[in-house]
Structures are given as C-alpha cells and as structure tokens.
C-alpha cells in the first residue's frame, strides 16, 4: 500500500525559511513522478512543483522560482520542498503527491493534479507579515 506522509509545516514570519518533508512508503522512486501542491482557503488546489524521479528533470509554478527548491533523498524514500523568502500569499495547506507512472511529469497539466494517484495527508504552512 502506497502511503504519502507529510511533515515540516508551521508558522513563520515572511521572509522567513521552512522545510517539507514527504516520506513514502509502499514503493520507491525508481521511475515515477513527485510533486508538491498547495491549497489555501477559498482557492483552487494549485501544483507547486514537481519531480522526475527518473530523470531529475524539475518543474516549478512561475510563483515560487527562484524561492523554492524541490528535492529527492532516494535513500530515504523521501522528498523535500525548501521554501525560502516565504511570503503570506504562501499561507496554504500543502501536499505531497506521487504516481508509479511517468505521467504526471510529462503532463503540460500537471499544476491540477489531476494525474497523481497517491495523496498525503497535508502539512499546514503559515506565513504572517
């Protein structure tokens, strides 16, 4: 059973600096497709980044290149989102997403999320001015 679990959330002032993290279990990343998504209070869940496991090839929403960096520790089974320069328009729930196929990372509609299969839980992050 393929099972997503998020940690890392919290709160910080803006400007500031968090770490999620996103263990996996169930399946390893040997060749499939990781991503991060967000959804804040009264708007539509949005992808925040995404992975190529088997390639490396990385994807970002035009909102958060250049502040955020996702990152895989395959021998950990787990998958990072560095979140720098935070802003309050960061304030969301964010998950972690992932597929045993490829699909989800060469989908130019990715951001939707609708091409993932496997959903965690979520990890609250709040940002104040």
């Known amino acids: 059973q393929v099972r997503l679990v998020e940690s890392g959330g919290g709160s910080v002032q803006a400007g500031g600096s968090l770490r999620l993290s996103c263990a996996a279990s169930?399946?390893?990343?040997?060749?499939?497709?990781m991503g991060w998504f967000r959804r804040a209070p009264g708007k539509e869940r949005e992808g925040v980044a995404r992975?190529?496991?088997?390639?490396?090839?990385?994807d970002y929403a035009d909102s958060v290149k250049g502040r955020f960096t996702i990152s895989l520790d395959r021998p950990k089974n787990t998958v990072y989102l560095q979140m720098n320069s935070l802003k309050p328009e960061d304030t969301a729930m964010y998950y972690c997403a992932g597929d045993l196929s490829m699909n989800p990372c060469s989908s130019r509609y990715w951001s939707t999320g609708g091409d993932f299969g496997y959903w965690g839980q979520g990890t609250q992050v709040t940002v104040s001015s």
């Open positions: 169930g399946y390893t990343y040997s060749t499939n497709c």
């Open positions: 992975i190529n496991t088997g390639g490396r090839s990385i």
